[in-house]
């Protein structure tokens, strides 16, 4: 991704700002200029609003990634998650601040905002959100503390390095 598209991306990877439809409600991340639920698209055009996610949700599906893309070698393993929001929208994110092995299906998650990766010869820092636990008493949990016991451990696709 080029820098300048990247900027031009950076308000709504900091604000989790999707669309709602005024016709049926349906919210969108990112956001949309015409409703994918309308019976009648057409129906849905211009009646678009800007829509701020909580940055709520649960862990829906994960993976353990144990090689990383290019820039990203210090962090394997990590987990890749597929975050059901309250709001609607599925959203991709990595889940931080708890041991691969402690993510389970139903964990509550919310957004938080990290560096994704820098490049090295332009010094450039990519922030971007991320997901780390959450409980109801305790909004920022310490790592490894809060995060509820998996039902079964996921089966790693290969032996750590
Ligand atoms: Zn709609």
């Given at each position: 991704m080029s820098i300048a598209r990247f900027w031009r991306e950076t308000p709504r990877r900091y604000n989790l700002g999707g669309s709602k439809c005024a016709t049926c409600g349906t919210v969108s991340f990112p956001p949309r200029v015409v409703c994918p639920t309308c019976t009648h698209h057409r129906q849905s055009i211009g009646k678009m609003a800007p829509f701020q996610l909580s940055g709520e949700g649960e862990v829906e599906s994960f993976t353990v990634v144990h090689e990383a893309a290019e820039g990203f070698e210090m962090q394997v393993p990590y987990v890749l998650a597929l975050v059901r929001t309250p709001e609607g929208p599925v959203l991709t994110g990595q889940i931080v601040?708890?041991?691969?092995?402690?993510?389970?299906?139903?964990l509550p998650v919310r957004a938080t905002f990290r560096k994704l990766r820098e490049e090295g010869k332009a010094g450039v820092i990519h922030y971007g959100y991320k997901f780390s636990p959450r409980t109801e008493d305790d909004p920022a949990p310490p790592r490894g503390r809060t995060a509820p016991v998996p039902r079964e451990a996921p089966a790693p696709e290969r032996a750590k390095a």
């Open positions: 601040d708890v041991e691969p092995g402690e993510v389970a299906i139903g």
